[in-house]
Structure formats: C-alpha cells, structure tokens
C-alpha cells in the first residue's frame, strides 16, 4: 500500500533531527527508520491539510520517547534480574582481570548491539534467525552486529592488551 504523502523530501530533516535529539549518526539513522515505519503504520491518521513534515517530525519525537522509555525499562529489568542473581566464581589472574575488561566492553554496548551480537557469536545462530528472533530485518541485525564488532575492536585497540579474536572480526596481531 502506497502512502498518501510523499515523506522522502523530508528524509534530511528527519535525520538532522534525529542526530540533534541522539547526537550519534548510527543511532539516528534507526530512529528515523523506526519513525518513517511508524508514520508508515499510522499513515491513516496524517490529515492533508497539516504540515507533513511537522506530523513526520512529532512521530520522530514520539519514537526518541518511546525508545528511552523502553531503554530505561530494560535498565531496571536488567538491574533487577542482576540484584537477584547470585555471582559466579571469579576466575583468578591475568585471565580474570580480561574476563572483567572483555565483561565491561561488552556490557557498554548498548543493548540492541548487546542482544544481536550474542545471538551470532555466542548462541550460533544466523542472522535470518536473529532477525526472526529480534523481529527486525536482517540488514538491521547485520548493521547492529557491525556495530558491535566496532566497537569491541576499538576496545581492544584502546587497551593494548593481546588481541581477541571476534567471531568474524579481523584477525590481525594488536
């Protein structure tokens, strides 16, 4: 179905917006996709007479609210869930020493990158299956896990530590 607005002149609004409201190009770029599928969705309620690109623009920032608000939940959950979760035997060393530096560089990604990178890496499983599970496309999962890996290798660099081989990631000595 074909909407009844044409929302692509407003793609680069959309996303200077995005950027002001989340300051991170990757993070933007999803928000806006978030919001276009939302105004997709609710297209029914657009009225001709508004302003399209201001209806695009609230939708936008109903999603950067919607998706900090979940962002907070999932904090409190996984908060909750770590309080009621007794620890595990630390090991001992140097080994447990980059354990706990590879635990905080995986925990600081956020939780998208987080869930995607351990349904491939850890779980096994493929990316149609993670964008089943994930219920996003799979270019998405591909995107976030790109992302992750990143990020996981600017960590490695910034530490100068021996190299992590990632699942996928490049293979070259630190």
Same mark, same amino acid.
């Given at each position: 179905m074909t909407p +009844? !607005?044409?929302?692509? +002149?407003?793609?680069?609004?959309?996303?200077?917006? $995005?950027r002001v409201l989340v300051r991170h190009d990757a993070e933007a770029d999803d928000l806006v996709q978030g919001a276009l #599928?939302? $105004?997709? /969705? *609710?297209?029914g309620t657009f009225r001709p007479e508004a302003d399209l690109r201001v209806w695009l623009m609230t939708v936008l920032r109903h999603h950067v609210i919607d998706q900090r608000r979940s962002r907070r939940a999932a904090q409190a959950r996984d908060q909750a869930w770590a309080d009621l979760t007794p620890g595990f035997a630390e090991p001992v060393g140097e080994q447990a020493a980059r354990l706990a530096q590879l635990r905080t560089a995986f925990l600081s990604l956020p939780r998208d990158q987080r869930e995607s990178l351990h349904l491939i890496?850890? /779980?096994g499983l493929s990316i149609s299956e =993670?964008?089943?599970?994930?219920?996003?496309?799979? %270019? =998405? #999962?591909?995107s976030r896990l790109g992302? $992750? *890996? $990143?990020?996981?290798?600017? !960590?490695?660099? %910034? =530490? *100068? *530590?021996?190299?992590?081989?990632? #699942? %996928? %990631?490049?293979?070259d000595p630190a």
């Open positions: +009844p !607005f044409d929302i692509l +002149p407003h793609l680069d609004s959309l996303r200077r917006y $995005a #599928v939302r $105004a997709m /969705e *609710r297209a890496a850890i /779980e =993670t964008a089943a599970i994930l219920d996003i496309p799979a %270019g =998405t #999962v591909m992302r $992750a *890996r $990143a990020a996981l290798r600017a !960590f490695e660099d %910034g =530490t *100068r *530590r021996p190299h992590l081989k990632l #699942v %996928g %990631g490049r293979d």
